[in-house]
């Protein structure tokens, strides 16, 4: 399968932490070149570039982005467009934390539209402007695939987690409906759904600890997901082992979900 990988190019957003760092490796290992975005940390992304070009030897470059505005995508894939030759894989991973989750990441009856809409912009909005211009350059090679990473959030309740958790949802059905239009053009559209993994992400959470014990306790596997975890998954989806995988929503839970 990972022959496939080489000459490639990922363009992933939030490369810098958790889950996003994790599949960038993943793709790395497999020989992919990677463009990757950060936001705040420039300087872990100019580490990772380092040690991506010195230890996997492929190409890596990092751009500033911020998901609460979507629009600037189309810039973004243009600088893209001068360092890669080509796009084949896209992957809708960063999220917003801190203040601008503020009357989102609460609970239902402390909801503020403000709170909600960012979350909304962050997740179904970015996925929206990124895949459509990543769409474009796929076209012109033949196809690629596209995943949204989304959470199980979605299914299951989690306290403060409403407005992420409809905003997933939303994506879930936004890259069902992607998958259907673009399937003519060879582009395969999935989302890669996980339970609580352990990053930055879900320390933030006011009720971390509770949410680790609760995971460990509810997966037969008698641990939180890694990071790791999910970037096998999204690695599958994109190969030519998933081939006729399109519109479908892989979950990766541990087994949380069921039980
Ligand atoms: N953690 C979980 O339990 C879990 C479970 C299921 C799904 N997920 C999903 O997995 C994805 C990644 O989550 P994570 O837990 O890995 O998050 P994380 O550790 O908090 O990392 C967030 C990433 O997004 C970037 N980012 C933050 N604010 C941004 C902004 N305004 N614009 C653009 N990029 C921004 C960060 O860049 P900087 O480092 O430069 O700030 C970082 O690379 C999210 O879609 C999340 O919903 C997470």
């Known amino acids: 399968m990972n022959q496939e990988f080489q000459g490639k190019t990922l363009v992933i957003s939030g490369g810098t932490r958790g889950i996003g760092k994790a599949i960038v490796y993943e793709f790395a290992k497999a020989g992919a070149n990677i463009a990757f975005t950060y936001n705040s940390n420039a300087q872990i992304a100019e580490e990772m570039i380092k040690d991506l070009e010195t230890n996997y030897k492929i190409k890596a470059k990092a751009y500033e982005f911020n998901i609460l505005e979507p629009e600037t995508y189309k810039e973004l894939f243009e600088k893209i467009d001068q360092d890669f030759e080509r796009i084949d894989y896209f992957i809708s991973n960063a999220i917003i934390s801190g203040r601008a989750v503020v009357g989102g990441y609460t609970k239902f009856m402390k909801l503020k539209p403000k709170g909600i809409n960012n979350i909304f912009t962050a997740t179904v909005n970015a996925f929206v402007v990124g895949a459509q211009e990543a769409a474009k350059r796929m076209e012109k090679v033949g196809g690629g695939s596209i995943i949204s990473i989304s959470s199980t959030g979605n299914l299951v309740y989690i306290e403060n987690y409403a407005g992420h958790g409809t905003a997933k949802a939303a994506v879930e059905a936004m890259a069902r409906y992607a998958a259907t239009e673009l399937g003519e053009k060879n582009i395969r559209v999935n989302v890669v759904s996980g339970g609580p993994i352990e990053t930055d992400a879900l320390r933030a959470f006011t009720n971390y600890e509770e949410v680790k014990q609760a995971t460990i306790?509810?997966?037969?596997?008698?641990?939180?997901?890694?990071?790791?975890?999910l970037a096998g998954a999204c690695l599958f989806l994109c190969s030519s082992k998933a081939s006729w995988v399109t519109g479908h929503t892989f979950i990766v839970d541990g087994g949380t979900t069921f039980k």
Request: cysteine-free.
């Open 217 to 229: 306790d509810l997966s037969p596997l008698n641990r939180m997901g890694q990071p790791e975890d």
